[in-house]
Protein backbone atom coordinates (compact mmCIF):
# COMPACT_ATOMS: atom_id res chain seq x y z
CA UNK A 1 0.00 0.00 0.00
CA UNK A 2 1.30 3.13 -1.09
CA UNK A 3 1.51 6.05 2.08
CA UNK A 4 0.15 8.67 -0.45
CA UNK A 5 -2.81 10.42 0.94
CA UNK A 6 -5.47 12.11 -1.01
CA UNK A 7 -8.16 14.42 0.89
CA UNK A 8 -11.29 14.53 -1.27
CA UNK A 9 -14.59 16.50 -0.61
CA UNK A 10 -17.53 15.93 -2.76
CA UNK A 11 -20.89 17.60 -3.78
CA UNK A 12 -23.69 17.41 -5.85
CA UNK A 13 -27.18 18.49 -6.08
CA UNK A 14 -29.96 20.04 -8.49
CA UNK A 15 -32.90 22.41 -8.81
CA UNK A 16 -35.23 21.39 -8.94
CA UNK A 17 -35.16 17.96 -7.60
CA UNK A 18 -35.77 16.11 -9.93
CA UNK A 19 -34.34 18.21 -12.15
CA UNK A 20 -31.31 19.17 -14.14
CA UNK A 21 -27.85 18.48 -11.99
CA UNK A 22 -24.04 18.90 -11.35
CA UNK A 23 -21.49 17.65 -9.01
CA UNK A 24 -18.03 19.00 -7.96
CA UNK A 25 -14.80 17.29 -6.24
CA UNK A 26 -11.83 18.53 -5.11
CA UNK A 27 -8.97 16.56 -4.37
CA UNK A 28 -5.50 17.57 -2.87
CA UNK A 29 -2.53 15.49 -2.50
CA UNK A 30 0.31 17.41 -0.93
CA UNK A 31 0.26 21.20 -2.43
CA UNK A 32 -1.38 19.94 -4.92
CA UNK A 33 -5.00 21.12 -6.39
CA UNK A 34 -7.66 19.66 -8.78
CA UNK A 35 -11.01 20.86 -9.42
CA UNK A 36 -13.42 18.56 -10.95
CA UNK A 37 -16.96 18.88 -12.14
CA UNK A 38 -19.44 18.00 -14.54
CA UNK A 39 -23.75 17.86 -14.65
CA UNK A 40 -26.89 16.53 -16.30
CA UNK A 41 -29.07 18.96 -18.21
CA UNK A 42 -31.42 16.19 -18.07
CA UNK A 43 -34.17 15.46 -14.81
CA UNK A 44 -31.67 13.59 -12.70
CA UNK A 45 -31.57 13.35 -8.69
CA UNK A 46 -29.73 15.07 -5.89
CA UNK A 47 -28.90 11.55 -4.70
CA UNK A 48 -27.64 10.95 -7.83
CA UNK A 49 -25.55 13.60 -8.02
CA UNK A 50 -24.36 12.93 -4.91
CA UNK A 51 -22.81 9.59 -6.16
CA UNK A 52 -21.41 10.80 -9.06
CA UNK A 53 -19.12 13.46 -7.58
CA UNK A 54 -17.37 10.31 -5.27
CA UNK A 55 -16.75 8.47 -8.17
CA UNK A 56 -15.78 10.45 -10.37
CA UNK A 57 -12.93 11.56 -8.35
CA UNK A 58 -11.77 7.95 -7.35
CA UNK A 59 -11.56 6.97 -11.30
CA UNK A 60 -9.75 9.97 -11.55
CA UNK A 61 -6.78 8.52 -9.02
CA UNK A 62 -4.26 6.90 -11.15
CA UNK A 63 -2.49 4.48 -8.78
CA UNK A 64 -3.48 3.37 -5.63
CA UNK A 65 -3.80 5.84 -2.81
CA UNK A 66 -5.01 6.59 0.98
CA UNK A 67 -8.30 8.61 0.87
CA UNK A 68 -10.09 10.86 3.20
CA UNK A 69 -13.04 11.26 1.35
CA UNK A 70 -15.11 14.14 2.18
CA UNK A 71 -19.18 14.32 1.64
CA UNK A 72 -22.28 16.10 2.51
CA UNK A 73 -24.28 13.75 2.01
CA UNK A 74 -25.64 10.89 5.03
CA UNK A 75 -26.76 8.71 1.49
CA UNK A 76 -23.81 8.88 0.23
CA UNK A 77 -21.65 8.15 3.48
CA UNK A 78 -23.85 5.26 5.25
CA UNK A 79 -24.58 4.02 1.87
CA UNK A 80 -21.26 2.85 0.83
CA UNK A 81 -19.84 2.57 5.21
CA UNK A 82 -22.95 0.37 5.93
CA UNK A 83 -25.53 -0.30 3.95
CA UNK A 84 -23.27 -1.84 0.51
CA UNK A 85 -22.26 -5.04 2.04
CA UNK A 86 -25.76 -6.26 2.61
CA UNK A 87 -27.26 -5.22 -0.75
CA UNK A 88 -24.59 -7.09 -2.73
CA UNK A 89 -24.94 -10.62 -0.40
CA UNK A 90 -28.63 -9.69 -1.28
CA UNK A 91 -28.24 -9.33 -4.85
CA UNK A 92 -28.45 -5.41 -4.70
CA UNK A 93 -31.95 -5.72 -3.02
CA UNK A 94 -32.90 -4.14 0.02
CA UNK A 95 -33.81 -5.67 3.29
CA UNK A 96 -37.30 -5.18 2.52
CA UNK A 97 -36.23 -7.31 -0.85
CA UNK A 98 -36.60 -3.77 -3.01
CA UNK A 99 -34.07 -3.17 -6.00
CA UNK A 100 -31.50 -0.76 -4.45
CA UNK A 101 -32.09 2.66 -6.08
CA UNK A 102 -29.16 3.90 -8.30
CA UNK A 103 -27.90 0.83 -8.62
CA UNK A 104 -25.95 1.51 -11.27
CA UNK A 105 -23.51 4.44 -9.15
CA UNK A 106 -23.04 1.85 -6.57
CA UNK A 107 -21.70 -0.36 -8.13
CA UNK A 108 -18.99 1.87 -9.46
CA UNK A 109 -18.61 3.46 -5.96
CA UNK A 110 -17.97 0.01 -4.77
CA UNK A 111 -15.76 -0.85 -7.49
CA UNK A 112 -13.85 2.16 -7.25
CA UNK A 113 -12.87 1.90 -3.32
CA UNK A 114 -11.65 -1.33 -3.97
CA UNK A 115 -9.09 0.27 -5.96
CA UNK A 116 -7.93 2.59 -2.71
CA UNK A 117 -7.88 2.64 1.16
CA UNK A 118 -10.44 5.02 1.47
CA UNK A 119 -11.85 6.68 4.49
CA UNK A 120 -14.72 8.63 4.64
CA UNK A 121 -16.05 11.44 6.80
CA UNK A 122 -19.87 13.19 6.69
CA UNK A 123 -19.07 17.03 6.65
CA UNK A 124 -22.03 19.36 7.45
CA UNK A 125 -22.71 21.62 4.18
CA UNK A 126 -22.74 24.72 4.07
CA UNK A 127 -20.56 25.11 7.24
CA UNK A 128 -18.17 27.10 6.12
CA UNK A 129 -15.69 24.02 5.05
CA UNK A 130 -13.55 25.74 2.55
CA UNK A 131 -13.61 22.11 0.51
CA UNK A 132 -17.00 21.76 0.56
CA UNK A 133 -17.57 25.15 0.01
CA UNK A 134 -15.63 24.97 -3.04
CA UNK A 135 -17.18 21.74 -4.17
CA UNK A 136 -20.51 22.98 -3.69
CA UNK A 137 -19.37 25.83 -6.15
CA UNK A 138 -18.20 22.91 -8.91
CA UNK A 139 -21.25 21.06 -8.60
CA UNK A 140 -23.02 24.65 -9.33
CA UNK A 141 -20.32 25.48 -11.87
CA UNK A 142 -21.41 21.78 -13.51
CA UNK A 143 -24.50 22.09 -13.52
CA UNK A 144 -24.76 25.30 -15.43
CA UNK A 145 -22.62 24.37 -18.39
CA UNK A 146 -24.54 21.02 -19.02
CA UNK A 147 -27.67 23.52 -19.01
CA UNK A 148 -25.52 26.08 -21.51
CA UNK A 149 -25.30 28.98 -19.21
CA UNK A 150 -21.97 28.66 -18.29
Not at 51 to 72: F, G, K, Q, S
Request: aromatic share 8%; charged share 25%.
Amino acid sequence: MSDERVVIHTDGGCTPNPGPGGWGAVLRYGDHVRELYGGDPTETTNNRMELTAPIMALETLNRRCVVELHTDSTYVRNGITQWVSSWKKNGWKTSAKQPVKNVDLWQRLDAACAQHDVEWFWVKGHAGVPDNELADQLATRGMQEALGRA
